[in-house]
């Protein structure tokens, strides 16, 4: 079944069935297997209606309707707007683009220029986003509606724009206070790009993200504000949230949003509006990750919220080379599990156990950029072992999760990660600096530099490799 393409157009997607109803008329063969599988048989008549049902189904919708409300729904909340951002040439718009994290061109140099710049005169979105309790009081006390009014550079509404500022002025925790009790929505949000995953309240206060938590720091009172959203009534299952912080290690997060509902419920409001994960759902994608990056304590903070992991968990942490958390999910309950042939080599080699050295070439060609995740995990005896295996140091791989995709080389995951000792061992082992990754087309310095590892940067540097 093919999935919905992010950011959907239904312009398109009538195209789609427009062109489906065609063919069928034509008697395509391809046209009438596709109609056999979603519909069922093609009568005399096969009026555009029934091309429209079909289409909707091969995208796991039950009609052509709930399809058009699921782009709809999409059309309404996404950021930017199709229909593009005004100019904002005002001082309070120029303010607000300065002051908020948008997950786009996040620079903590932005912030430093919005708190050396805020305006003589707000509107309600840039006192928001300074946290102006006292003005924000005198504006919703002349038109209580301006609490839920979209506006400002980014068409969000006030409280948006509070709980993305990184600015660190003010009261925000007073000023969200007045735009809720004025009748703010706590449940506000926006969907990136037009991706189905909110970007909500919750989503800014928690904060950081793939780009770190330099460039996409938590709210200044991070705790403070998303606990004041959760009492006003954010869905604490917030699935973006939850992604952004896992990056990391600090749970304080995840505690707060047990104690008000994360992992069950019916998913809140964007779940009614979108096809969205479950609560359970999500504490599953968060428990895998944990087991798969060795984030030890999350892991038994996971399973001692009742996230279910009898399926696949043990094995999973095994070919991670995370032995501890392996025991720690066996003695909670899970099963051992037979590893194959290719799973016990990987699983050895991650964890400097003996390997059967028959099963190299299978173990070649199952993962052949097993080095780039050795080095993601710090695995230095894991590299130095591969190589001498026969792995080759400038295969591409990915860093971040255990899958074959060629993405980039061991030495752009040292670099981008600042692993200094890694690099060095790479070099050492042949690793070619020279090599562009599949997916930003940039060498290991690019990432270095990108990334802001200045060690990494002089290392990598052509000049400095061959004194």
Not at 293 to 313: K, M
Request: charged residues 20%; contains cysteine; proline residues 7%.
């Amino acid at each position: 079944m093919p999935s919905l393409p992010d950011d959907p157009s239904f312009e398109h997607l009538r195209h789609q069935a427009r062109a489906l109803h065609r063919a069928v008329r034509a008697g395509d063969a391809d046209a009438l297997a596709r109609v056999q599988r979603s519909y069922g048989t093609v009568g005399p008549r096969f009026p555009l209606a029934y091309a429209q049902l079909v289409v909707a189904r091969e995208y796991g919708f039950a009609s052509w309707a709930r399809l058009k409300q699921h782009v709809d729904v999409i059309d309404r909340y996404r950021w930017p707007r199709r229909s593009g951002l005004p100019a904002g040439g005002s001082a309070t718009d120029e303010f607000c683009r300065l002051a908020c994290l948008n997950y786009t061109s996040d620079d903590p140099a932005h912030w430093a220029q919005a708190r050396a710049s805020v305006p003589a005169e707000l509107d309600i979105w840039a006192a928001a986003a300074a946290g102006d309790a006292s003005r924000v009081a005198a504006l919703l006390a002349s038109d209580p509606s301006l609490a839920r009014r979209e506006g400002g550079p980014h068409l969000w509404e006030p409280l948006c724009y509070l709980a993305y500022s990184r600015v660190g002025l003010g009261d925000p925790l007073r000023t969200a206070r007045l735009l809720l009790e004025a009748g703010a929505d706590p449940n506000t949000g926006y969907l990136w790009g037009g991706l189905t995953t909110p970007f909500t309240l919750l989503t800014g206060a928690f904060g950081e993200g793939e780009q770190g938590p330099v460039r996409q720091p938590r709210h200044p009172q991070s705790l403070e504000l998303a606990e004041l959203l959760l009492r006003a009534g954010a869905d604490a299952n917030d699935g973006q949230a939850l992604y952004n912080r896992m990056f990391g290690t600090d749970d304080s997060h995840l505690r707060l949003l047990f104690r008000y509902g994360l992992g069950r419920g019916s998913g809140g409001p964007w779940r009614a509006r979108l096809s969205l994960p479950s609560p359970t759902e999500l504490l599953r994608s968060q428990l895998r990750w944990a087991v798969t990056h060795d984030q030890r304590a999350r892991v038994e903070l996971l399973v001692s919220a009742g996230v279910d992991f009898s399926d696949g968990f043990v094995e999973l942490a095994l070919l991670n080379g995370n032995t501890e958390i392996a025991s720690f999910l066996e003695s909670s309950g899970a099963a051992a599990p037979v590893l194959d042939p290719v799973s016990s080599f990987v699983a050895a080699v991650l964890t400097g156990d003996e390997v059967d050295a028959a099963v190299v070439p299978e173990a070649l060609a199952a993962r052949p950029g097993l080095v780039v995740w050795a080095a993601a995990n710090n695995r230095f005896d894991a590299v130095r072992r591969l190589v001498s295996l026969g792995f080759s140091v400038n295969a591409l791989g990915r860093g971040d999760m255990p899958v074959e995709q060629p993405w980039q080389t061991a030495l752009h995951q040292a670099a981008g990660d600042g692993n200094l000792p890694m690099a060095r061992l790479l070099l050492s082992l042949g690793a070619d600096p020279s090599i562009r990754d599949a997916r930003f087309d940039a060498t290991p310095l690019d990432w270095a530099e990108h990334e802001g590892h200045p060690e990494l940067v002089d290392l990598l540097t052509p000049d400095s490799q061959s004194t």
